[in-house]
């Protein structure tokens, strides 16, 4: 009997000890849980890095960090609205390497250098493209993946094949473009030379406002969540699949354009085969940020915490001694982690009610 | 356009209401009436020129077994069919057929089964979508949200946290908030499709009083529900389908359980016990001593012989199906001795516990038992799919096909051929190719939770029959049941579980369903 009753014993160790991560990791059901937990990451990796090399603690650094991550964060938060409805666009960087490329043309031919000009046509385009995008995928319920690859195709065939499209040196820019690029919003004295904080932060501001409001007080937004959570039943309650999906991706779509303008005046080239390639990578940063891939979840801080760390990996893997070659590996690690922890969290909810969808 | 001053009639007490529905002949209170509706789909004659009335402040219940037309009646009102024939009537206005959104602008809501909630949203969202979305503005006012679902809550007298995201409260929380939803929209017909199926049983006592709290105030109510015992505790009307025809129309005092199940089918089944013998002396199949898991069970000792029926009856909660999750290797005990044919068993997951011989056919056989767009016989093969790999370990469609067609014999499961989807079957015919999925692991020891839970009764009776069959070649089956009928009728024990522990045990003459439901009474 002695050794039935050790094996006992140690069963119900085991149990404690499940029981003990359970509570360790489902305190705080719900995204905002994994935003802390995200929050302490970020926390924890810069305190890193601060021990490595003090500097890295200063206003410099948080601008730096602020005008790297400003555009791409911009598109992220586009992503966010397709993926909350329960879809997927990896179209954006293709859809924002033509707007910008169509806008910076249209500016210098028009002649009206002009920054809000090229912003216009820039997100003019974006939110057509994103509308065909969100028209095809009503139409013919397409699987929104597909129809955004597709699309990606077909926005490179055209910028190749149709407007022969070289890079535009800096050079030929638009003036606006290159000063949008380099303009800071206020400077303060940093030792020898000035630290600025560039004026992305103004339309990064105005997509993050413009995002967190369209996803929470209206109407429109909610229905998206709602599509996400549960498709069948948002069609029962009549929700107009097609208006939300020509709004989302339309919106997606434009932030898209606001974004190619802000990369292009960044890197004062315009270049049609850049960006493309690098969807995951934001997609990767939307994820952590604590969005689903079916919907329903996702929040602009999640957005904002998500891209921070990518920002940060970017940024500061040289400065604690490694190559930037381990940006992706650390990005996926992230990934890894944050995904298996929501997914723990969702299975022990379900636990304790019986449900073993998830095991 | 809706405003939130419309909600604001429900609220008048009942007799304050105004009539609704169209005054002047003779049907002042009459609702909603069809004539001669007809729908034929390949192959069936789904509805046959149904007659119906429904009227206002009136519970009606829409009884027929599975297949009998009551969901293509009810998609007719809901819009989503369109009648080849017959008509429409609302408040004395005829039509053809109805949209969706026609249908739901009229007052008439549906809450199906799967209630169409939002997991995702909060209760409060839920409840006040309807409001949110059909309103000429865009953008939303939360505290006018909280007013909306706060205002449909008092007047179903209920009570949820407004704030807490509705995929994280349990099933009753959620039925209540889809309740509530349809309120919003002035409603003056609800149609729930089978909601009790999946509430556990002291949720549904507060489900009927809702139900009667909204007669009371003049809505008319379309119940369905295969629980009999359920709809003579709230019918004001029955309405028997059979194969798309209309069977009659009676008053409460004109049926019986057993006469309701006779107009249902239209076989004659005779509800006695059938319990068998089964070798007493035979060593125990399983044996449990002691067990524990906290906060869930304690003290749970009992012993399973080859060829006996044992039953587990209980609210839900009290532990019934967590032990049998214990046994299938999916809740982990803390403490206590499980021993299977003689051998120490503690199973840490599904697989362990079916190599060992134990099947477990859980009450969901939509979320777990099923691949519901494959054919039955890939269904029925896809316990035992290491036996019917071939050479290489891949799969063989002709050792599937035999595999298939052998139990879809065997268990008489009503289907052209074992090609077709696993979702073309009633739902009695989908517990019975569950049930034929995990009979083709050979269990010893097979566990039912709830086996015929929204099952008509024809299907229901033949589930049975095989079930007293297993136990005859020798198996065991643990039977956890919340139809005390059905328990009683079938086992040779019943454990009646209270707050983790087995309470009492009724055999032979005590084992009545008197005995189990005053026992269950104690309980709560």
């Known amino acids: 009997m002695k050794p039935q009753d050790t094996g006992k014993k140690v069963e119900a160790g085991g149990a404690t000890q499940t029981r003990l991560l359970a509570r360790l990791l489902g305190r705080g059901v719900g995204s905002q849980g994994g935003l802390s937990l995200l929050a302490f990451l970020i926390v924890v990796y810069v305190v890193m890095v601060a021990l490595r090399s003090p500097d890295f603690l200063s206003l410099a650094s948080l601008f730096d960090l602020i005008r790297s991550g400003a555009a791409w964060t911009v598109v992220a938060l586009g992503v966010l609205v397709v993926m909350v409805s329960g879809g997927i666009d990896v179209s954006f960087l293709a859809n924002a390497i033509l707007s910008a490329y169509v806008a910076t043309v249209i500016t210098k031919w028009t002649g009206l250098d002009s920054l809000a000009f090229a912003l216009i046509v820039a997100m003019t385009i974006g939110a057509l493209v994103g509308a065909i995008n969100g028209l095809i995928i009503s139409l013919f319920s397409l699987p929104t993946l597909i129809t955004t690859l597709a699309m990606q195709g077909v926005i490179q065939g055209v910028l190749m094949v149709f407007l022969g499209a070289g890079p535009i040196t800096a050079g030929h820019m638009p003036k606006s473009l290159r000063y949008f690029g380099t303009d800071v919003l206020f400077e303060f004295p940093d030792g020898p030379g000035f630290v600025g904080l560039s004026v992305f932060v103004v339309p990064l501001v105005f997509a993050v406002v413009a995002t967190w409001y369209l996803l929470n007080r209206t109407a429109i937004g909610r229905a998206t969540y709602a599509i996400g959570s549960n498709r069948l039943a948002a ?125 | 356009m809706r405003t939130s001053e419309n909600i604001g009639t429900h609220v008048a007490p009942a007799g304050v209401r105004p009539a609704i529905g169209f005054v002047g002949e003779n049907h002042i209170m009459e609702l909603l009436r069809l004539e001669g509706l007809s729908k034929r789909y390949i192959g069936t004659q789904a509805l046959d020129a149904v007659d119906m009335t429904i009227e206002a402040g009136q519970v009606l219940c829409l009884a027929g077994a599975n297949g009998s037309g009551k969901s293509t009646l009810i998609k007719c009102v809901a819009g989503g069919e369109t009648p080849d024939s017959g008509k429409i009537i609302w408040q004395g206005q005829a039509y053809d057929s109805l949209t969706p959104s026609q249908s739901m602008a009229l007052g008439i809501e549906i809450i199906y089964q799967d209630l169409s909630i939002f997991p995702d949203l909060t209760v409060a969202e839920n409840i006040a979508f309807h409001v949110v979305q059909s309103r000429h503005r865009s953008w939303v006012d939360l505290r006018e949200v909280d007013r909306i679902a706060t205002k449909a809550l008092h007047e179903l007298g209920a009570d949820l946290p407004l704030h807490a995201r509705l995929g994280d409260l349990p099933i009753g929380a959620r039925q209540t908030a889809a309740i509530a939803r349809a309120l919003t929209q002035d409603c003056r017909l609800l149609v729930m499709d089978e909601p009790t199926t999946a509430l556990p049983s002291r949720d549904v006592a507060q489900l009927l009083s809702m139900v009667h709290r909204l007669k009371s105030k003049g809505m008319a109510i379309v119940f369905i529900s295969h629980k009999l015992d359920e709809l003579f505790e709230i019918a004001d009307r029955f309405y028997v389908l059979r194969d798309g025809r209309k069977v009659g129309d009676y008053a409460p005092a004109e049926l019986t359980t057993t006469r309701l199940s006779y107009l249902m089918t239209g076989v004659e089944f005779k509800g006695e016990k059938t319990q068998q013998e089964f070798e007493q002396i035979a060593t125990p199949l399983l044996v449990v001593e002691d067990l524990r898991r906290r906060d869930q069970y304690h003290d749970v000792s009992f012993s399973l012989r080859p060829g006996e029926i044992i039953g587990f009856a209980g609210l839900t909660g009290s532990g019934r199906t967590e032990l049998a999750l214990t046994l299938f290797g999916l809740n982990p005990a803390d403490a206590g001795k499980i021993t299977l044919a003689g051998r120490p068993h503690s199973p840490r997951s599904p697989r362990e516990a079916i190599t060992n011989g134990i099947a477990l056919v859980s009450e969901d056989r939509h979320g777990q038992g099923l691949f519901a767009r494959k054919a039955i016989m890939t269904n029925i093969a896809s316990s035992v799919f290491e036996r019917s790999a071939g050479r290489f370990g891949l799969l063989s469609q002709a050792s599937e096909r035999t595999i298939g067609d052998t139990w879809i014999d065997k268990v008489r499961v009503k289907t052209p051929s074992g090609e077709e989807p696993v979702q073309s079957l009633s739902g009695g015919n989908q517990q019975k190719v569950v049930l034929a999925k995990w009979l083709a692991t050979d269990p010893k020891i097979l566990i039912l939770d709830n086996p015929t839970v929204g099952i008509d009764v024809g299907s229901k009776m033949e589930i049975h029959d095989i079930v007293r069959q297993l136990a005859r070649q020798g198996r065991g089956v643990i039977m956890i049941s919340d139809d005390l009928e059905e328990l009683v009728m079938s086992c040779n024990r019943v454990f009646l579980m209270q707050t983790g522990t087995l309470a009492a045990e009724f055999h032979g003459e005590t084992l009545t369903v008197e005995n189990l439901s005053s026992g269950l009474r104690q309980t709560s």
């Open chain 1, 235 to 359: 069609i029962r309650c009549g929700v107009n699949l097609l208006k939300i999906n020509l709004v989302i991706y339309a919106y997606a779509g434009a932030l898209a354009g606001l974004m190619g303008v802000m990369m292009v005046s960044d890197i004062r080239l315009v270049d049609p085969v850049t960006l493309v390639g690098n969807e995951l990578l934001v997609l990767a940063a939307v994820v952590i940020g604590g969005a689903k891939l079916s919907g329903g979840a996702g929040s602009v801080s999640g957005v904002l915490l998500g891209m921070t760390l990518v920002t940060l990996l970017n940024n500061t893997l040289v400065t604690i001694g490694l190559s930037a070659s381990w940006n992706k590996f650390f990005i996926g690690c992230a990934l890894v982690l944050i995904a298996s922890i929501s997914h723990y969290r969702a299975k022990m909810r379900n636990l304790r009610q019986l449900n073993f969808d998830n095991i």
